[in-house]
Protein backbone atom coordinates (compact mmCIF):
# COMPACT_ATOMS: atom_id res chain seq x y z
CA UNK A 1 0.00 0.00 0.00
CA UNK A 2 1.58 3.13 -1.01
CA UNK A 3 0.07 6.75 0.45
CA UNK A 4 1.00 9.72 -1.67
CA UNK A 5 -0.26 13.25 -0.20
CA UNK A 6 0.87 16.58 0.87
CA UNK A 7 2.33 17.42 4.41
CA UNK A 8 0.82 18.90 7.15
CA UNK A 9 3.95 19.80 9.79
CA UNK A 10 3.79 20.33 13.37
CA UNK A 11 5.75 20.27 16.23
CA UNK A 12 6.69 18.26 19.31
CA UNK A 13 4.25 17.73 22.13
CA UNK A 14 0.87 18.03 19.93
CA UNK A 15 -2.46 16.86 22.71
CA UNK A 16 -5.21 15.53 21.93
CA UNK A 17 -6.93 18.90 23.46
CA UNK A 18 -5.90 20.74 20.47
CA UNK A 19 -6.59 18.17 18.44
CA UNK A 20 -10.09 17.10 19.15
CA UNK A 21 -11.47 19.65 21.48
CA UNK A 22 -12.87 18.06 25.03
CA UNK A 23 -15.78 20.07 24.42
CA UNK A 24 -17.33 18.10 21.67
CA UNK A 25 -16.48 14.66 23.28
CA UNK A 26 -19.67 13.50 24.37
CA UNK A 27 -21.84 16.00 21.67
CA UNK A 28 -20.69 14.50 18.38
CA UNK A 29 -20.60 11.05 17.32
CA UNK A 30 -20.73 11.58 13.73
CA UNK A 31 -17.23 11.06 12.40
CA UNK A 32 -17.66 12.94 9.50
CA UNK A 33 -18.93 16.24 12.13
CA UNK A 34 -15.92 15.30 13.88
CA UNK A 35 -13.79 15.89 11.11
CA UNK A 36 -15.10 19.56 10.93
CA UNK A 37 -13.29 20.06 14.08
CA UNK A 38 -9.97 18.38 13.84
CA UNK A 39 -6.96 20.15 15.20
CA UNK A 40 -9.62 23.28 15.79
CA UNK A 41 -7.12 24.62 18.14
CA UNK A 42 -4.01 23.54 17.14
CA UNK A 43 -4.69 24.98 12.94
CA UNK A 44 -7.79 26.94 12.34
CA UNK A 45 -6.65 25.92 8.02
CA UNK A 46 -6.90 22.84 8.87
CA UNK A 47 -9.90 21.24 8.72
CA UNK A 48 -11.18 23.78 5.29
CA UNK A 49 -7.91 22.97 3.44
CA UNK A 50 -6.95 19.84 3.89
CA UNK A 51 -7.43 17.09 0.95
CA UNK A 52 -7.85 13.21 1.10
CA UNK A 53 -4.52 11.46 1.04
CA UNK A 54 -2.80 14.18 3.04
CA UNK A 55 -0.58 13.05 5.79
CA UNK A 56 0.26 14.81 9.16
CA UNK A 57 3.90 15.35 10.43
CA UNK A 58 4.42 15.67 13.87
CA UNK A 59 7.58 16.21 16.39
CA UNK A 60 7.85 13.73 19.52
CA UNK A 61 5.12 12.65 21.86
CA UNK A 62 2.33 13.17 19.51
CA UNK A 63 -1.48 12.51 20.50
CA UNK A 64 -0.34 12.96 24.30
CA UNK A 65 -2.95 13.92 27.03
CA UNK A 66 -6.26 12.21 27.07
CA UNK A 67 -6.60 9.26 25.15
CA UNK A 68 -9.87 9.93 23.32
CA UNK A 69 -10.08 8.34 20.47
CA UNK A 70 -11.96 11.16 18.43
CA UNK A 71 -8.59 12.75 17.91
CA UNK A 72 -7.37 9.67 16.12
CA UNK A 73 -10.79 9.67 13.74
CA UNK A 74 -11.47 13.06 13.06
CA UNK A 75 -8.12 13.51 11.21
CA UNK A 76 -8.76 10.27 9.22
CA UNK A 77 -12.26 11.15 8.74
CA UNK A 78 -10.67 14.87 7.27
CA UNK A 79 -8.59 12.68 4.87
CA UNK A 80 -5.21 12.08 6.61
CA UNK A 81 -3.95 8.48 5.69
CA UNK A 82 -0.58 8.39 7.35
CA UNK A 83 0.52 10.27 10.83
CA UNK A 84 4.45 10.07 10.97
CA UNK A 85 6.09 11.45 14.12
CA UNK A 86 9.29 11.06 16.12
CA UNK A 87 7.25 9.00 19.27
CA UNK A 88 3.79 8.94 19.61
CA UNK A 89 2.10 8.75 23.02
CA UNK A 90 1.13 5.00 23.09
CA UNK A 91 -2.97 5.69 23.64
CA UNK A 92 -2.84 7.75 20.88
CA UNK A 93 -1.03 5.08 19.21
CA UNK A 94 -3.09 2.72 20.04
CA UNK A 95 -6.08 4.49 18.58
CA UNK A 96 -4.50 5.15 15.24
CA UNK A 97 -4.17 1.31 14.90
CA UNK A 98 -7.18 0.48 16.02
CA UNK A 99 -9.49 2.97 13.34
CA UNK A 100 -6.67 1.54 10.56
CA UNK A 101 -5.01 5.14 10.70
CA UNK A 102 -0.72 4.00 9.96
CA UNK A 103 1.43 5.59 12.55
CA UNK A 104 5.00 5.98 11.89
CA UNK A 105 7.86 6.23 13.54
CA UNK A 106 11.10 8.44 12.23
CA UNK A 107 12.52 11.00 13.55
CA UNK A 108 15.25 11.54 10.48
CA UNK A 109 12.30 11.68 7.96
CA UNK A 110 10.60 13.91 10.48
CA UNK A 111 13.73 16.12 10.47
CA UNK A 112 13.87 16.43 6.67
CA UNK A 113 10.20 16.67 5.66
CA UNK A 114 9.13 20.03 4.74
CA UNK A 115 5.79 21.49 5.47
CA UNK A 116 3.38 21.28 2.71
CA UNK A 117 5.37 19.37 0.65
CA UNK A 118 4.29 16.12 -1.24
CA UNK A 119 5.86 12.59 -0.02
CA UNK A 120 5.34 9.09 -0.44
CA UNK A 121 4.73 6.44 2.43
CA UNK A 122 5.18 3.22 1.05
CA UNK A 123 3.72 0.56 3.52
CA UNK A 124 4.85 -2.63 2.57
CA UNK A 125 8.53 -1.14 1.72
CA UNK A 126 8.66 0.32 4.93
CA UNK A 127 9.81 3.63 3.49
CA UNK A 128 8.92 7.67 3.58
CA UNK A 129 10.08 9.30 0.50
CA UNK A 130 10.31 13.01 0.12
CA UNK A 131 12.36 15.61 -1.21
CA UNK A 132 15.44 15.24 0.85
CA UNK A 133 15.48 11.41 0.34
CA UNK A 134 14.38 8.38 0.96
CA UNK A 135 13.58 6.59 4.77
CA UNK A 136 13.36 3.95 6.27
CA UNK A 137 10.86 2.57 9.31
CA UNK A 138 10.77 -0.70 11.25
CA UNK A 139 7.56 -2.68 10.43
CA UNK A 140 4.83 -2.78 12.88
CA UNK A 141 5.10 -6.23 15.29
CA UNK A 142 2.62 -8.71 13.58
CA UNK A 143 -0.20 -8.73 16.51
CA UNK A 144 -0.59 -4.83 16.14
CA UNK A 145 0.03 -5.41 11.95
CA UNK A 146 -2.98 -7.24 12.02
CA UNK A 147 -5.42 -5.04 13.71
CA UNK A 148 -4.28 -2.53 10.96
CA UNK A 149 -3.93 -4.81 7.92
CA UNK A 150 -7.81 -5.65 8.60
CA UNK A 151 -8.90 -2.00 8.74
CA UNK A 152 -9.15 -1.43 12.73
CA UNK A 153 -9.55 -3.19 15.84
CA UNK A 154 -13.88 -3.58 15.03
CA UNK A 155 -13.01 -5.29 11.67
CA UNK A 156 -10.73 -7.45 12.83
CA UNK A 157 -12.70 -8.38 16.09
CA UNK A 158 -15.33 -9.16 13.73
CA UNK A 159 -13.14 -11.40 11.69
CA UNK A 160 -11.66 -13.72 14.72
CA UNK A 161 -15.48 -13.73 16.45
CA UNK A 162 -16.72 -14.93 12.64
CA UNK A 163 -19.42 -11.97 12.82
CA UNK A 164 -18.35 -10.03 9.52
CA UNK B 1 17.28 -12.30 36.64
CA UNK B 2 14.28 -10.85 38.71
CA UNK B 3 11.23 -9.27 37.47
CA UNK B 4 9.46 -5.44 37.43
CA UNK B 5 5.91 -5.21 39.02
CA UNK B 6 4.91 -4.87 34.99
CA UNK B 7 6.73 -7.85 33.72
CA UNK B 8 5.57 -9.82 36.52
CA UNK B 9 1.87 -9.12 36.67
CA UNK B 10 1.96 -9.36 32.75
CA UNK B 11 3.33 -13.02 32.77
CA UNK B 12 1.05 -13.81 35.72
CA UNK B 13 -1.90 -12.71 33.56
CA UNK B 14 -0.31 -13.86 30.13
CA UNK B 15 0.48 -17.30 31.36
CA UNK B 16 3.94 -17.26 30.43
CA UNK B 17 7.25 -15.49 31.21
CA UNK B 18 7.53 -12.17 29.43
CA UNK B 19 10.10 -9.29 29.02
CA UNK B 20 10.10 -6.09 28.18
CA UNK B 21 8.77 -5.31 23.75
CA UNK B 22 6.71 -8.48 23.67
CA UNK B 23 3.14 -8.61 22.79
CA UNK B 24 1.15 -10.13 25.63
CA UNK B 25 -2.69 -10.83 24.99
CA UNK B 26 -4.42 -10.42 28.58
CA UNK B 27 -7.45 -10.49 30.33
CA UNK B 28 -8.50 -7.37 32.55
CA UNK B 29 -9.64 -7.69 36.11
CA UNK B 30 -11.46 -4.85 35.68
CA UNK B 31 -12.51 -2.22 32.22
CA UNK B 32 -14.39 1.14 33.78
CA UNK B 33 -15.95 3.24 31.36
CA UNK B 34 -17.74 6.81 32.13
CA UNK B 35 -20.25 8.61 29.69
CA UNK B 36 -17.78 7.51 26.90
CA UNK B 37 -20.13 4.19 27.54
CA UNK B 38 -23.11 5.70 25.18
CA UNK B 39 -20.63 5.67 22.08
CA UNK B 40 -18.73 2.44 23.35
CA UNK B 41 -22.21 0.73 23.02
CA UNK B 42 -22.78 2.11 19.96
CA UNK B 43 -19.13 0.22 18.70
CA UNK B 44 -19.86 -3.13 21.19
CA UNK B 45 -23.36 -3.70 19.11
CA UNK B 46 -21.57 -3.22 15.93
CA UNK B 47 -19.07 -6.42 16.69
CA UNK B 48 -22.33 -8.49 16.41
CA UNK B 49 -22.29 -9.82 20.09
CA UNK B 50 -25.77 -10.05 22.03
CA UNK B 51 -24.07 -10.57 25.20
CA UNK B 52 -20.98 -9.07 27.28
CA UNK B 53 -18.20 -11.42 27.99
CA UNK B 54 -18.38 -10.89 31.73
CA UNK B 55 -20.87 -8.39 32.84
CA UNK B 56 -19.15 -8.10 36.34
CA UNK B 57 -15.67 -7.17 34.79
CA UNK B 58 -17.42 -3.42 33.96
CA UNK B 59 -17.76 -0.99 35.93
CA UNK B 60 -19.51 1.99 34.41
CA UNK B 61 -18.90 5.96 35.65
CA UNK B 62 -21.18 9.02 34.70
CA UNK B 63 -18.79 11.84 36.01
CA UNK B 64 -18.13 13.61 32.97
CA UNK B 65 -20.74 16.03 32.23
CA UNK B 66 -23.44 15.60 35.25
CA UNK B 67 -25.71 16.82 35.75
CA UNK B 68 -26.17 16.66 31.88
CA UNK B 69 -25.30 20.48 30.51
CA UNK B 70 -27.52 19.71 27.57
CA UNK B 71 -29.54 17.25 25.95
CA UNK B 72 -26.80 15.68 23.68
CA UNK B 73 -25.17 14.82 27.13
CA UNK B 74 -28.42 14.09 28.93
CA UNK B 75 -28.95 11.28 26.22
CA UNK B 76 -25.72 9.55 26.17
CA UNK B 77 -26.07 9.21 29.87
CA UNK B 78 -29.90 7.69 29.14
CA UNK B 79 -28.11 5.31 26.88
CA UNK B 80 -25.47 4.13 29.17
CA UNK B 81 -27.97 3.67 31.78
CA UNK B 82 -30.34 1.63 29.19
CA UNK B 83 -27.46 -0.45 28.28
CA UNK B 84 -26.28 -1.09 32.25
CA UNK B 85 -30.24 -2.71 32.79
CA UNK B 86 -29.89 -4.50 29.50
CA UNK B 87 -26.50 -6.37 30.41
CA UNK B 88 -27.31 -6.33 33.84
CA UNK B 89 -23.68 -4.43 34.62
CA UNK B 90 -24.09 -4.42 38.17
CA UNK B 91 -20.92 -1.93 39.06
CA UNK B 92 -23.23 1.20 37.72
CA UNK B 93 -22.95 4.25 39.94
CA UNK B 94 -24.96 7.08 38.69
CA UNK B 95 -24.31 10.85 38.05
CA UNK B 96 -24.97 11.53 42.32
CA UNK B 97 -21.49 8.88 43.28
CA UNK B 98 -18.50 10.97 42.11
CA UNK B 99 -15.21 10.81 39.77
CA UNK B 100 -15.10 7.82 38.20
CA UNK B 101 -11.35 6.78 39.67
CA UNK B 102 -12.26 7.93 43.40
CA UNK B 103 -15.28 6.23 42.97
CA UNK B 104 -13.93 2.81 42.46
CA UNK B 105 -11.27 3.22 45.04
CA UNK B 106 -13.57 4.12 47.41
CA UNK B 107 -15.76 0.64 46.46
CA UNK B 108 -13.46 -1.65 47.02
CA UNK B 109 -12.77 -2.35 43.08
CA UNK B 110 -9.24 -0.92 42.93
CA UNK B 111 -6.76 -4.27 43.86
CA UNK B 112 -3.46 -4.36 44.63
CA UNK B 113 -2.04 -7.16 41.93
CA UNK B 114 -4.90 -7.06 39.70
CA UNK B 115 -5.09 -5.27 36.21
CA UNK B 116 -7.40 -2.67 35.30
CA UNK B 117 -8.09 -0.80 32.57
CA UNK B 118 -10.22 2.43 31.52
CA UNK B 119 -11.35 4.80 28.60
CA UNK B 120 -9.99 7.54 30.66
CA UNK B 121 -6.20 8.03 30.68
CA UNK B 122 -6.17 9.04 34.01
CA UNK B 123 -6.61 4.84 35.03
CA UNK B 124 -3.09 5.26 35.76
CA UNK B 125 -4.48 6.40 39.06
CA UNK B 126 -5.15 2.49 39.92
CA UNK B 127 -1.20 2.16 40.58
CA UNK B 128 -1.61 3.84 43.47
CA UNK B 129 -2.90 0.65 45.07
CA UNK B 130 -0.90 -1.51 43.76
CA UNK B 131 -2.66 -2.11 40.11
CA UNK B 132 -1.69 -2.15 36.52
CA UNK B 133 -4.15 0.46 36.18
CA UNK B 134 -3.76 2.39 32.15
CA UNK B 135 -6.07 4.09 29.99
CA UNK B 136 -7.41 2.21 27.24
CA UNK B 137 -9.49 3.68 23.76
CA UNK B 138 -12.90 3.57 23.13
CA UNK B 139 -13.30 0.26 20.51
CA UNK B 140 -10.66 -1.52 22.84
CA UNK B 141 -12.93 -0.93 25.53
CA UNK B 142 -16.12 -2.33 23.15
CA UNK B 143 -14.15 -5.42 22.52
CA UNK B 144 -13.25 -5.91 25.59
CA UNK B 145 -16.89 -6.20 26.37
CA UNK B 146 -17.34 -8.70 23.64
CA UNK B 147 -14.04 -10.84 24.40
CA UNK B 148 -12.89 -10.07 27.67
CA UNK B 149 -9.33 -9.47 26.25
CA UNK B 150 -6.62 -6.41 25.02
CA UNK B 151 -3.32 -6.39 24.08
CA UNK B 152 -0.44 -5.10 25.59
CA UNK B 153 3.25 -4.17 24.77
CA UNK B 154 5.36 -5.36 28.55
CA UNK B 155 6.94 -1.96 29.32
CA UNK B 156 10.40 -1.27 30.40
CA UNK B 157 10.03 0.60 34.00
CA UNK B 158 11.58 3.46 35.30
CA UNK B 159 12.18 3.75 39.33
CA UNK B 160 11.68 7.23 40.70
CA UNK B 161 12.90 7.13 44.23
CA UNK B 162 12.32 9.82 46.58
CA UNK B 163 13.56 11.25 49.84
CA UNK B 164 13.14 13.45 52.20
CA UNK B 165 10.12 15.21 53.97
CA UNK B 166 7.74 17.81 52.45
CA UNK B 167 8.70 21.24 53.64
CA UNK B 168 6.05 23.62 55.09
CA UNK B 169 3.51 24.45 52.06
CA UNK B 170 4.52 21.84 49.88
CA UNK B 171 2.56 18.18 49.17
CA UNK B 172 2.14 15.56 46.43
CA UNK B 173 1.08 17.37 43.63
CA UNK B 174 3.86 20.18 43.87
CA UNK B 175 6.35 16.55 43.82
CA UNK B 176 4.44 15.27 40.58
CA UNK B 177 4.32 18.83 39.03
CA UNK B 178 8.55 18.85 39.79
CA UNK B 179 9.00 15.40 37.73
CA UNK B 180 6.80 16.16 34.83
CA UNK B 181 8.62 19.79 34.65
CA UNK B 182 12.33 18.31 34.97
CA UNK B 183 11.87 15.10 32.73
CA UNK B 184 9.14 16.18 30.52
CA UNK B 185 5.90 15.32 28.90
CA UNK B 186 7.32 12.28 26.96
CA UNK B 187 9.75 11.47 29.80
CA UNK B 188 8.21 8.03 30.40
CA UNK B 189 6.53 7.43 27.27
CA UNK B 190 5.10 3.83 26.77
CA UNK B 191 7.03 2.90 30.22
CA UNK B 192 6.08 1.89 33.48
CA UNK B 193 7.13 4.10 36.16
CA UNK B 194 7.16 2.70 39.65
CA UNK B 195 7.20 5.44 42.89
CA UNK B 196 9.38 3.97 45.37
CA UNK B 197 11.45 5.16 48.62
CA UNK B 198 10.62 6.35 52.48
CA UNK B 199 8.66 9.48 51.44
CA UNK B 200 6.30 7.39 49.33
CA UNK B 201 5.68 4.74 51.91
CA UNK B 202 4.78 7.47 54.52
CA UNK B 203 2.48 9.56 52.36
CA UNK B 204 -1.21 9.64 52.73
CA UNK B 205 -3.65 7.30 50.32
CA UNK B 206 -5.17 10.85 49.31
CA UNK B 207 -1.54 11.97 48.50
CA UNK B 208 -0.25 8.84 47.25
CA UNK B 209 -2.31 8.55 44.38
CA UNK B 210 -2.14 11.94 42.98
CA UNK B 211 1.43 10.48 41.56
CA UNK B 212 0.06 7.68 39.53
CA UNK B 213 -3.04 9.77 39.13
CA UNK B 214 -0.40 12.37 36.57
CA UNK B 215 1.91 9.53 35.86
CA UNK B 216 0.22 9.61 32.37
CA UNK B 217 1.52 13.14 32.00
CA UNK B 218 5.14 11.83 31.66
CA UNK B 219 3.67 9.54 28.76
CA UNK B 220 3.34 6.84 30.87
CA UNK B 221 1.73 3.58 30.60
CA UNK B 222 1.30 2.69 34.24
CA UNK B 223 2.13 4.34 37.66
CA UNK B 224 2.97 2.01 40.28
CA UNK B 225 3.76 2.08 43.86
CA UNK B 226 4.04 -0.85 46.70
CA UNK B 227 0.90 -0.58 48.19
CA UNK B 228 1.43 0.83 51.99
CA UNK B 229 0.07 -0.23 55.31
CA UNK B 230 -2.53 2.35 55.21
CA UNK B 231 -3.56 1.29 51.70
CA UNK B 232 -4.11 -2.35 52.83
CA UNK B 233 -5.97 -0.82 56.29
CA UNK B 234 -7.84 0.97 53.75
CA UNK B 235 -8.93 -2.23 51.90
CA UNK B 236 -10.14 -4.59 54.64
CA UNK B 237 -13.41 -5.12 54.15
CA UNK B 238 -13.78 -2.81 51.41
CA UNK B 239 -11.83 -4.87 48.93
CA UNK B 240 -14.48 -6.52 46.84
CA UNK B 241 -12.42 -9.71 46.16
CA UNK B 242 -9.51 -11.32 47.54
CA UNK B 243 -6.41 -10.20 45.95
CA UNK B 244 -2.38 -9.96 46.64
CA UNK B 245 -0.01 -7.62 46.07
CA UNK B 246 2.95 -8.17 43.47
CA UNK B 247 6.35 -6.65 44.04
CA UNK B 248 9.22 -5.50 41.86
CA UNK B 249 12.26 -8.34 42.80
CA UNK B 250 14.69 -6.94 44.81
CA UNK B 251 17.11 -8.05 41.27
CA UNK B 252 14.60 -6.17 38.77
CA UNK B 253 16.15 -4.69 35.86
CA UNK B 254 15.07 -0.87 36.15
CA UNK B 255 15.48 0.78 32.52
CA UNK B 256 16.48 3.86 34.77
CA UNK B 257 16.34 4.81 38.28
CA UNK B 258 15.94 8.52 38.97
CA UNK B 259 15.91 9.76 42.97
CA UNK B 260 14.61 13.35 43.79
CA UNK B 261 15.04 15.13 47.28
CA UNK B 262 12.16 17.10 48.40
CA UNK B 263 13.89 18.37 51.43
CA UNK B 264 14.35 21.62 49.54
CA UNK B 265 11.31 21.52 47.35
CA UNK B 266 9.38 24.60 47.22
CA UNK B 267 5.54 24.87 45.35
CA UNK B 268 5.21 24.36 41.67
CA UNK B 269 3.26 25.82 38.93
CA UNK B 270 2.27 24.76 35.40
CA UNK B 271 1.80 27.13 33.04
CA UNK B 272 -0.35 27.48 30.06
CA UNK B 273 -0.19 25.86 27.98
CA UNK B 274 1.63 22.36 28.64
CA UNK B 275 1.55 20.39 32.17
CA UNK B 276 5.28 20.18 31.36
CA UNK B 277 5.44 24.18 31.72
CA UNK B 278 6.55 24.14 35.10
CA UNK B 279 8.39 26.66 37.26
CA UNK B 280 8.85 27.50 41.12
CA UNK B 281 6.22 29.45 42.38
CA UNK B 282 7.96 32.23 42.69
CA UNK B 283 8.77 33.21 39.60
CA UNK B 284 4.64 33.09 39.11
CA UNK B 285 4.02 34.51 41.74
CA UNK B 286 2.11 37.66 41.46
CA UNK B 287 0.06 36.48 38.25
CA UNK B 288 -3.76 37.51 38.54
CA UNK B 289 -6.69 35.33 38.37
CA UNK B 290 -10.19 34.87 37.45
CA UNK B 291 -11.28 31.73 38.46
CA UNK B 292 -10.05 28.86 41.25
CA UNK B 293 -10.47 25.40 39.61
CA UNK B 294 -11.00 23.40 42.84
CA UNK B 295 -11.76 19.35 41.73
CA UNK B 296 -10.40 16.56 39.58
CA UNK B 297 -9.80 12.80 39.62
CA UNK B 298 -6.18 14.51 41.11
CA UNK B 299 -7.05 17.03 43.78
CA UNK B 300 -10.43 17.29 45.48
CA UNK B 301 -10.04 14.41 48.12
CA UNK B 302 -10.62 15.26 52.10
CA UNK B 303 -7.41 16.25 53.00
CA UNK B 304 -7.40 18.53 50.00
CA UNK B 305 -10.74 19.96 51.50
CA UNK B 306 -9.04 19.75 55.63
CA UNK B 307 -6.18 22.23 53.64
CA UNK B 308 -8.50 24.43 51.52
CA UNK B 309 -10.70 24.78 54.22
CA UNK B 310 -8.42 25.46 57.21
CA UNK B 311 -6.63 28.37 54.82
CA UNK B 312 -10.09 30.00 54.05
CA UNK B 313 -11.26 29.81 57.68
CA UNK B 314 -12.26 33.34 58.22
CA UNK B 315 -11.30 34.81 55.49
CA UNK B 316 -13.27 36.06 52.00
CA UNK B 317 -12.07 35.21 48.38
CA UNK B 318 -10.94 38.23 46.65
CA UNK B 319 -14.22 39.69 44.73
CA UNK B 320 -12.66 39.62 41.52
CA UNK B 321 -12.00 35.44 41.73
CA UNK B 322 -14.97 32.83 41.18
CA UNK B 323 -13.56 29.84 43.26
CA UNK B 324 -15.90 26.81 42.08
CA UNK B 325 -15.81 23.40 44.31
CA UNK B 326 -16.14 20.23 43.36
CA UNK B 327 -15.94 17.53 45.24
CA UNK B 328 -14.47 13.95 44.08
CA UNK B 329 -17.54 11.97 45.21
CA UNK B 330 -20.55 11.53 47.32
CA UNK B 331 -18.35 10.15 49.93
CA UNK B 332 -16.21 13.16 50.58
CA UNK B 333 -18.67 15.61 50.15
CA UNK B 334 -20.62 14.31 53.19
CA UNK B 335 -17.51 13.84 55.30
CA UNK B 336 -16.07 17.68 54.12
CA UNK B 337 -19.92 18.45 55.61
CA UNK B 338 -19.79 16.56 58.28
CA UNK B 339 -16.62 18.08 59.33
CA UNK B 340 -17.83 21.38 59.12
CA UNK B 341 -14.87 22.66 55.58
CA UNK B 342 -18.18 22.72 53.63
CA UNK B 343 -19.21 25.58 55.69
CA UNK B 344 -16.23 27.13 55.79
CA UNK B 345 -15.28 27.34 52.26
CA UNK B 346 -19.07 27.88 51.18
CA UNK B 347 -18.51 30.80 54.51
CA UNK B 348 -15.19 32.06 52.63
CA UNK B 349 -17.01 32.58 49.40
CA UNK B 350 -16.85 29.95 47.06
CA UNK B 351 -19.06 27.94 45.13
CA UNK B 352 -19.77 24.45 46.66
CA UNK B 353 -20.70 22.46 42.94
CA UNK B 354 -21.59 18.97 42.58
CA UNK B 355 -19.57 15.89 42.47
CA UNK B 356 -17.90 14.32 38.75
CA UNK B 357 -15.52 16.20 36.66
CA UNK B 358 -16.70 19.15 36.04
CA UNK B 359 -15.35 22.11 33.69
CA UNK B 360 -12.04 19.02 33.60
CA UNK B 361 -11.77 18.95 30.09
CA UNK B 362 -13.69 22.02 29.31
CA UNK B 363 -17.71 20.58 29.21
CA UNK B 364 -19.53 22.46 31.30
CA UNK B 365 -19.70 24.54 34.77
CA UNK B 366 -17.07 27.27 34.77
CA UNK B 367 -15.63 27.75 31.54
CA UNK B 368 -13.80 30.77 31.82
CA UNK B 369 -14.55 33.95 28.90
CA UNK B 370 -12.14 34.81 26.49
CA UNK B 371 -8.76 36.77 28.03
CA UNK B 372 -9.53 35.28 31.87
CA UNK B 373 -6.90 33.37 33.62
CA UNK B 374 -8.17 29.78 35.82
CA UNK B 375 -5.97 28.57 38.37
CA UNK B 376 -6.49 25.09 38.68
CA UNK B 377 -6.20 21.65 40.89
CA UNK B 378 -6.48 19.30 38.07
CA UNK B 379 -3.91 17.48 35.78
CA UNK B 380 -4.24 19.36 32.60
CA UNK B 381 -3.81 23.01 31.06
CA UNK B 382 -3.80 22.25 27.31
CA UNK B 383 -4.66 24.97 25.25
CA UNK B 384 -8.50 24.84 24.81
CA UNK B 385 -8.61 22.47 28.17
CA UNK B 386 -11.09 24.22 30.42
CA UNK B 387 -13.80 24.92 27.28
CA UNK B 388 -12.17 28.02 25.84
CA UNK B 389 -8.90 28.09 23.74
CA UNK B 390 -8.57 31.92 24.34
CA UNK B 391 -8.26 31.39 28.30
CA UNK B 392 -5.28 30.42 30.15
CA UNK B 393 -4.91 27.97 32.83
CA UNK B 394 -2.38 27.70 35.78
CA UNK B 395 -1.99 23.97 37.91
CA UNK B 396 -1.60 24.35 41.32
CA UNK B 397 -1.58 22.66 44.40
CA UNK B 398 -5.08 23.29 46.40
CA UNK B 399 -3.18 24.63 48.90
CA UNK B 400 -1.60 27.49 46.98
CA UNK B 401 -5.15 27.29 44.98
CA UNK B 402 -7.01 28.45 48.48
CA UNK B 403 -4.32 31.25 49.10
CA UNK B 404 -4.43 32.13 45.90
CA UNK B 405 -8.10 32.84 46.00
CA UNK B 406 -8.01 34.81 48.69
CA UNK B 407 -5.23 37.26 47.36
CA UNK B 408 -6.38 37.25 43.87
CA UNK B 409 -3.13 36.12 42.51
CA UNK B 410 -0.86 32.91 42.13
CA UNK B 411 0.32 33.50 45.85
CA UNK B 412 2.92 31.45 47.60
CA UNK B 413 1.30 29.81 50.44
CA UNK B 414 4.51 29.98 52.75
CA UNK B 415 4.91 33.53 52.65
CA UNK B 416 1.17 33.63 54.18
Not at chain 2, 48 to 54: A, E
Not at chain 2, 347 to 369: F, L, S
Request: charged residues 25%.
Amino acid sequence: MSIKGKVWKYGDDINTDVIFPGKYTYTISDPNEMAEHALEDLDPDFAKNVKENDIIVGGKNFGCGSGREQAAVCIRMAGIRAVIAKSFSRLYFRNCVNNGLPVIVSAEAVDAIENGEIIEVDMDKGTITCAAGTFEFPALPPEVRGIFEDGGLIPHTKKILGTD
Amino acid sequence: MGQTFAEKILSKYSGRTVVPGEIVEVKPDIAMSHDNTAAISVTFEQLGVDKLDDPDRHVIVLDHCTPPANEKFAMNHKITRNFVKKHGIKHFFDIEQGICHQVIIENGLCLPGTVMVGADSHSTTYGAFGAFGTGIGRSETAVIMATGKIWFRVPETIKIIIHGEFPDGVGSKDLILKIVGEIKADGALYKAVEFAGPTIENMTISSRIVLPNMAVELGAKIGYMIPNEETLEYLEGRAQKEFEVVESDPDAHFEKVLEFDISDLVPQIACPHTVDNVKPITEVEGTKIDEVFFGSCTNARLEDFEVVAEVLKGNQIHADVRMLVFPASKDIFLEAMRLGYVQTIAEAGAIIMNTGCGPCMGNHEGVPADGEVVLATNNRNYKGRLGNNESEVYLSSPLVSAHSAIKGFITDPRNN
